[in-house]
C-alpha cells in the first residue's frame, strides 16, 4: 500500500496542476505561462534573446489576446491553450539573464 502512495499523490498533484491551469484562465485566451510573466528589466532582456520565430509566436498571442480581451470574448474551447502544449519558451532564457547578473553583480562588488 505504500509503494503506491507517491504514484496516487502524483496523479493528484497533476489533476490540481491542471485545474489550477484552467481556472487562471490565461490559456482560454491563448496564452502561455511564459507570456504572464511581468516585464521587468531581466524579462525584456531575455524577450529580446529569443529566436525570431519565437518571439514571434508570443506577439501574435498577446496581440489576440489584447483583442479577445477589448470585445471580452474567450477562444472557442478547442482553441484554448491546453497545460501538456504549455512550455516553458522564455524560462531558459530568464534564467540565463538572472544568472549573468548575478555574476555582474558579484564581480562589481570586488
Given at each position: 500500500?505504500?509503494?503506491?502512495?507517491?504514484?496516487?499523490?502524483?496523479?493528484?498533484?497533476?489533476?490540481?496542476?491542471?485545474?489550477?491551469?484552467?481556472?487562471?484562465?490565461?490559456?482560454?485566451?491563448?496564452?502561455?505561462?511564459?507570456?504572464?510573466?511581468?516585464?521587468?528589466?531581466?524579462?525584456?532582456?531575455?524577450?529580446?534573446?529569443?529566436?525570431?520565430?519565437?518571439?514571434?509566436?508570443?506577439?501574435?498571442?498577446?496581440?489576440?489576446?489584447?483583442?479577445?480581451?477589448?470585445?471580452?470574448?474567450?477562444?472557442?474551447?478547442?482553441?484554448?491553450?491546453?497545460?501538456?502544449?504549455?512550455?516553458?519558451?522564455l524560462?531558459?532564457?530568464?534564467?540565463?539573464?538572472?544568472?549573468?547578473?548575478?555574476e555582474?553583480?558579484?564581480?562589481?562588488?570586488?
Amino acid at each position: 500500500m505504500a509503494s503506491r502512495a507517491p504514484a496516487a499523490t502524483g496523479r493528484l498533484m497533476l489533476g490540481v496542476r491542471k485545474w489550477y491551469y484552467n481556472l487562471c484562465g490565461f490559456n482560454k485566451l491563448g496564452l502561455m505561462r511564459d507570456d504572464t510573466i511581468y516585464e521587468d528589466s531581466d524579462v525584456k532582456e531575455a524577450l529580446r534573446r529569443l529566436p525570431e520565430n519565437v518571439y514571434n509566436d508570443r506577439t501574435f498571442r498577446m496581440k489576440r489576446a489584447f483583442d479577445l480581451s477589448m470585445k471580452q470574448q474567450i477562444l472557442p474551447k478547442d482553441q484554448w491553450t491546453k497545460y501538456e502544449e504549455d512550455v516553458y519558451y522564455l524560462t531558459p532564457y530568464l534564467e540565463e539573464v538572472i544568472r549573468e547578473r548575478k555574476e555582474r553583480e558579484e564581480w562589481m562588488k570586488k
